[in-house]
């Protein structure tokens, strides 16, 4: 089913303005209410993938098993957003007043997200969960989902993407709930760029965010950067000599059509041969001889220097490099949407049909579907290609 953000917010009736609430408080709420409509919209929806799973079956879907698409693509890593909201106001990201927030009742709960969670791991064979945003530490929920993750079994690999805000007072709870590995998102250890990109001056709360994470035994630990307009060569080179000091991986990401403004331009911001050229002149890379797999980032060895040790250097080149025949992920937004692609234009709504009473069997079935049409890539380089109407903080990444 086709979700727009338009349609999310035709819904919200009072503008959102609390960031987060504690569990207790989610648990003390009134369950969703369905009213007339929304069961018609409910019913509509069951009907929905009633059809459209007996024709993923009729096209010989595996009904058990591995999570598969049509091209033979197993599917382990699940990507889950808790929220929408961010506390940085990324220019390549967001507008400077923010965006319009997916109103709470359309957010999962709790037990919804630990029953697919559930499901997930014990039904579809997903080996990793990543919890994204939006900003992830601005759920208080965060160890509370990361516990429960952490207690199924088989127990998959737990990690969290995150701007680093507060990951200063939060790292030992979460290492202790089972988060097992981190990547942190910084473009620069310039404060004044940084707080130019961001809009915000927090540099010094990232660094420390950093350096607790390594404190409490989170690794690796990745920092992710985005070859962003505003993000210079010298921005790069700063921030890999910083990683390999600390031993942090860098992985500079291109940047893609995910901006809320859909401004996006493939000239802008550094090319992977610009910044391969940038690197190169001043430091010495071998290709990772280990193979890639799955894994998004092609990694470089970077040699001893006199100012850092050795280390790992990284592009993830999602545009001009597509990997798309190797993807494994299968990604949960915080208002419980599957997309079977980060640039998907059609979503499967999974919250309907844990608000109407289905069961594991039914939302299993259509999970597999969502999954079984997936696209054999991205399509940004095609001259019909349509940017998704979610940004990147409504899909997480």
């Known amino acids: ?10 819904l919200s009736g009072q503008p959102e303005t609390d960031t987060h609430m504690t569990l207790r ?18 019913h509509s929806a069951r009907q ?21 698409d049509t091209f033979g693509r197993v599917h382990t890593d699940l990507r889950i957003s808790l929220t929408d909201r961010c506390n940085l106001r990324c220019t390549y990201c967001m507008p400077a007043e923010g965006l319009d927030w997916i109103p709470s009742q359309h957010l999962l709960q709790d037990d919804e997200l ?6 997930g791991v014990t039904r579809l064979g997903i080996t990793d969960i990543r919890f994204t945003g939006g900003e992830p530490l601005l759920a208080r929920h965060l160890e509370n989902v990361v516990a429960a993750a952490a207690s199924l079994r088989p127990r998959p ?6 701007n680093g805000l507060g990951l200063s007072r939060r790292a030992g709870a979460l290492v202790a709930a089972g988060l097992d590995r981190i990547n942190v998102s910084l473009d620069t250890v310039d404060r004044a760029h940084f707080a130019e990109i961001t809009r915000r001056d927090r540099l010094p709360d990232v660094l420390d965010g950093l350096d607790a994470a390594a404190r409490a035994g989170m690794a690796p630990i990745k920092v992710n950067a985005v070859a962003a307009p505003k993000v210079t060569g010298e921005d790069i080179l700063n921030l890999l000599r910083f990683c390999l000091q600390h031993g942090y991986q860098l992985r500079v990401i291109e940047m893609m059509p995910l901006d809320a403004d859909h401004t996006w331009n493939r000239d802008a911001g550094l090319s992977v041969e610009q910044l391969l050229e940038t690197v190169q002149a001043h430091f010495s890379l071998r290709p990772d001889p280990k193979p890639r797999g799955s894994a998004p980032a092609e990694v470089w060895l970077v ?28 990604r949960l937004t915080a208002d419980g949407q599957i997309r079977n692609c980060l640039f998907a234009t059609e979503e499967s709504d999974l919250r309907a049909l844990l608000r109407n009473g289905s069961d594991d069997d039914a939302i299993e079935q259509a999970w597999r579907a969502a999954m079984w049409s997936k696209k054999a890539g991205h399509g940004i380089n095609d001259p019909d290609f349509i940017q998704p109407d979610r940004p990147m903080s409504a899909i997480g990444g």
Not at 1 to 10: D, E, F, G, K
Not at 25 to 42: E, F, I, K, S
């Open 25 to 42: 408080q989610r648990d003390l709420q009134t369950p969703p209410q369905v009213d007339a409509a929304g069961a018609d919209d409910t």
């Open 48 to 68: 929905a993938f009633d059809k459209a799973v007996q024709r993923a079956i009729s096209q010989q879907m595996p009904t058990s098993g591995p999570l598969v």
């Open 1 to 10: 089913m086709r979700r727009t953000l338009n349609m999310i917010r035709s």
């Open 114 to 119: 630990v029953r697919l969670m559930r499901i």
């Open 157 to 162: 690999e737990i990690a969290l993407t995150t």
């Open 303 to 330: 040699d001893e220097g006199p100012d850092h040790p050795a280390g790992t250097f990284g592009i993830i080149a999602s545009v001009s490099r597509p990997f798309c025949g190797d993807c494994d992920r299968t």
